[in-house]
């Protein structure tokens, strides 16, 4: 149950699109197509972006998307805004009824 | 309107016990996968345990295996983690999260959490 690599920290200018990318392994992303995406703000709970890769729930902007090729998922953001400022954590089933988070990506809009 | 209320959390001397519970309303309990995860002050997401709608399936993260116990009512729609030989680093905001499906998925609604301090 190592914990999912993602980047750091990401920026963007406003109107700009960013990819953040969530990579693990044969044992999880790559086995599974439930790799889901959470956005927190400072101080908030988790909000649920994507589920399932690629999946919004409603609600959710379209502006939100989902992919995954081989053990690397990813998350897109499009039309970038300043709410979208915030950490965004991806994670993922890792067989035997147990999950894995990433490290968190800090986003920054610039 | 889902609503998860988390209660139990507390100040407690490394060694020792504590069970949190996390009251659900809403929607239909028993039809949904539930877990608990956790975020270490100034830290990131971790997931901690989960069980599906039945109890049938449960799962630890390596960081808790043999010390946590998840559990779950459904008829009294709630959900809990018994927590032993606490350590220092299981200091967290505990979340109770549903789960979208009847097994391990995606967490679409979360509570406010409860603060576990773990300190002597």
């Known amino acids: 149950q190592s914990a999912l690599t993602q980047p750091a920290s990401v920026s963007g200018s406003p109107g700009q699109s960013i990819t953040i990318s969530c990579t693990g392994t044969?044992?999880?992303?790559?086995?599974?197509?439930?790799v889901s995406w959470y956005q927190q703000h400072p101080g908030k709970v988790p909000k649920l972006m994507i589920y399932?890769?690629?999946k919004r729930p409603s609600g959710v902007s379209n502006r939100f998307s989902g992919s995954k090729s081989g053990n690397t998922a990813s998350l897109t953001i499009s039309g970038l805004q300043a709410e979208d400022e915030a950490h965004y954590y991806c994670?993922?089933?890792?067989?035997?009824?147990?999950?894995?988070f990433g490290g968190g990506t800090k986003l920054t809009v610039l | 309107e889902v609503q998860l209320v988390e209660s139990g959390g507390g100040l407690v001397q490394p060694g020792r016990s504590l069970r949190l519970s996390c009251a659900a309303s809403?929607?239909?309990?028993?039809?949904?996968?539930m877990h608990w995860v956790r975020q270490g002050p100034g830290k990131g997401l971790e997931w901690v345990s989960g069980?599906?709608?039945?109890?049938?399936?449960?799962g630890y993260a390596d960081s808790v295996k043999g010390r946590f116990t998840i559990s779950r009512d459904n008829a009294k729609n709630s959900l809990y983690l018994q927590m032993n030989s606490l350590r220092a680093e299981d200091t967290a905001l505990y979340y109770c999260?549903?789960?979208?499906?009847?097994?391990?998925?995606?967490?679409?609604?979360w509570g406010q959490g409860t603060m576990v301090t773990v300190s002597s």
């Open positions: 994670c993922s089933y890792a067989g035997s009824s147990t999950g894995v």
């Open positions: 044969s044992s999880d992303v790559g086995n599974y197509d439930l």
């Open positions: 809403g929607f239909t309990f028993d039809d949904y996968a």
């Open positions: 069980i599906s709608w039945s109890g049938g399936s449960i």
């Open positions: 399932e890769v690629s």
């Open positions: 999260a549903k789960d979208v499906n009847t097994a391990m998925d995606a967490f679409d609604f």
